[in-house]
């Protein structure tokens, strides 16, 4: 079964350190993933998509499909990327299959 | 552009009640996702539609929820007697095609408290 894991349901950082979101996720064919940003008050708006193997507000993600993980990055964490974060897997009808979410909580 | 509207934002009824929810998408878009999201859980999908079809509603508990899209454009989403467990945000968002890599975007939400 299709299935998306978050572990960490808040992460607590300074601002200037470090951030890894961690996702898993199990697919038994080519998974297409996601992640998705909610601010506080905002709606839920797409952050990257590994397809894009783009760079967003300074957050990569690498599909890693040996660990089967879709770990979400940032080398210096900004008070503003304080939001909740999901990572989502999508199926081929379109159909997005999201995680738990993880609180990300960045302290000045 | 003007984003997903939904309508109200806000709901409480009683269990056994009944309740509709409304949902315009973006303009042009034609597939539209209904999710419910329980606190502190994702967004689970209930139902897809592309244009004024069904694609997907594998997971939405027919006894006593309904969706529509007659027109292909506003949908409405019901639910009929709602229980305690039905307490969750809905969220409606739509995307211009089905597949490839369109984006989907997401409405405010409509917050359902069942007492």
């Known amino acids: 079964a299709q299935r998306v894991t978050q572990p960490e349901k808040l992460l607590s950082v300074f601002k200037g350190a470090p951030v890894e979101l961690k996702c898993n996720y199990s697919?038994?064919?080519?998974?297409?993933l996601f992640w998705y940003v909610q601010y506080s008050r905002q709606r839920l708006q797409l952050l990257l998509r590994?397809?894009s193997r783009e760079s967003i507000k300074g957050f990569t993600a690498d599909l890693n499909k040996g660990e089967t993980s879709f770990h979400l990055k940032k080398p210096f964490a900004q008070e503003e990327d304080s939001a909740m974060y999901y990572c989502?897997?999508?199926?081929?009808?379109?159909?997005?299959?999201f995680g738990t979410g993880t609180r990300l909580q960045v302290f000045p | 552009e003007a984003g997903v509207a939904q309508s109200p934002r806000y709901k409480i009824i009683e269990k056994r009640q009944s309740v509709a929810f409304w949902c315009n998408p973006i303009s042009g878009h034609a597939t539209l996702y209904w999710y419910q999201q329980i606190l502190g859980q994702g967004p689970k999908l209930l139902i897809q539609?592309?244009?004024?079809?069904?694609?997907?509603d594998s997971q939405l508990p027919k006894d006593r929820f309904s969706a529509e899209r007659l027109k292909g454009v506003d949908s409405t989403l019901k639910i009929q007697p709602a229980k305690l467990e039905d307490s969750a945000v809905y969220l409606c968002a739509s995307s211009l095609v089905q597949g490839s890599s369109h984006e989907q975007y997401f409405g405010p939400g409509t917050r359902l408290t069942v007492t």
């Open positions: 697919y038994s064919g080519s998974p297409e």
């Open positions: 590994h397809i």
């Open positions: 539609f592309q244009n004024n079809g069904v694609v997907d």
């Open positions: 989502a897997l999508r199926r081929y009808t379109d159909k997005l299959i």
